[in-house]
């Protein structure tokens, strides 16, 4: 197969219908030129150029040859200077899977003033509470609890400390007894995640005199996504971070279960593929969201 590099140089060649005026626009010297393309020629065994002493033109089967790769190489330029644009004029996409409680408390209000300063700059958000590997789905950047994460990646802290605690809506507790302690809520209507429909629902985890006590709700309803809504529609009691109902505990639209005994987590850590030349669009969404 003959090296894409003296392709190139053929087809500027033809263009300049010269070896002169080729090579100085190319940089390349006039013999270092034309050896280059007679190389090509034996080694596709052709003659490719009709070589005179004031001019070069191709032959029948030079032509042809042109015609079939010129275009591509135009396209081929087209992209690396559109790249180049995009670069410059901060312009691109940026995926990002990331949990519903993540996407919500976090990257919502830190990328609303980025995406209002450069408004060509797209993000596509993914909720998704699973661990995903986001290079095979076709992520730029993945977001989940802590800083561990799989080999060949990097982490960034996006976030505080992350509290996690349980509510319901005064509707859902009138006439019920209020949970006193972990074991009441075997008497209450509980909505959980699941994280996949091969993994087992997550266990409720509470934080009793700096101690963590795991408890297995039997969960009435189950869901992989944001129990929120379920919550806020009174299915029963379920699993929120503080962060997401603060204003709803003021206000007294949602009440918190055994507050005591809140849950605290690591902070949200951003991750992404530990590779050089990350476009602009990407390197400006990850500054935005560093903590």
Known sequence: MPHFDDLHLFIAVVQAGSFTKAGEKLGVSKSALSQSISQLENRLNIRLLNRTTRSVSPTPEGLSLYNDIAPHYLAIGQGLEKLADNQQNTTGTVRINASQLAIETVILPKLSPLLADYPHIFVELYSDNRFVDIVEQGFDMGVRFGDAVADGMIAVKISQAVQITRV?????????????????????????????????????????????????????????????????????????????IENELKTGELVEILGEYRMTYPPFYAYYPNRGYHSRAFELVLSALRE
């Open 168 to 244: 319901a809506t005064p509707n859902y507790l009138k006439n019920k007894t209020m949970p006193k302690t972990i074991a009441d809520l075997d008497n209450h209507r509980l909505i959980n995640l699941q994280l996949g429909k091969e993994k087992m629902p997550i266990d409720w985890e509470f934080c009793v005199n700096g101690e963590t006590v795991v408890y297995t709700p039997k969960s009435q309803m189950l869901m992989n996504a944001n129990l929120l809504n379920a919550i806020k529609q009174h299915f029963g009691i379920g699993l929120v971070g503080v962060s997401q």
